[in-house]
């Protein structure tokens, strides 16, 4: 006789839903990315409250917004992209589940999604605010998973207004602790 199988848990499906949904959008397929987008949504806000996860699985309404502002900019969706990573800044002082290192990252994700968004002319002081918290936020924390990606928007940053002086004087802000 084999054992009963237990149900998997709602926080789990999302996870694997919110994971799915980004890598789709990076491949290219839209229509399955934005289904497993809905699904990850939908198993997360619906999940009871004393569901027992594992202790492994790390999701919350951080890391789902970070997967969703991800797979949005994937598809080129620019600003629903952007709406996602300005959510975390919201949920991250009402939620203390969403974690200082999600939103710098939704700092550093939120400027590169403003600077290769072809849909609206580009908020150079916007990229210039956000990315300075977001390199500003690697540093605090020593993340330098954080701070490579700051590098990286740092240089898309100079792709896109080059020439412009007040994105090249952001150099003086990376700087390795």
Known sequence: MRPAEEPIPQLVSSYIYAGLATYRAHDGQKENALDALGKAHEAFFERPTDEHVPIWIDHNVGNLLINDGETHMHLGMYKESISAFERIDTQY?????VSLTAR???????TMAEVDRDDHPRDMELCIHRWTQGIEGAKTVQSNQRFNEAITVYTAMRAAWPGEQRIKTLREKIIHW
Do not use: P, Y
Not at 93 to 97: F, G, K, L, V
């Open 104 to 110: 710098i990252e939704s700092l550093i994700k939120q």
């Open 93 to 97: 002082t009402q939620d203390a589940t």
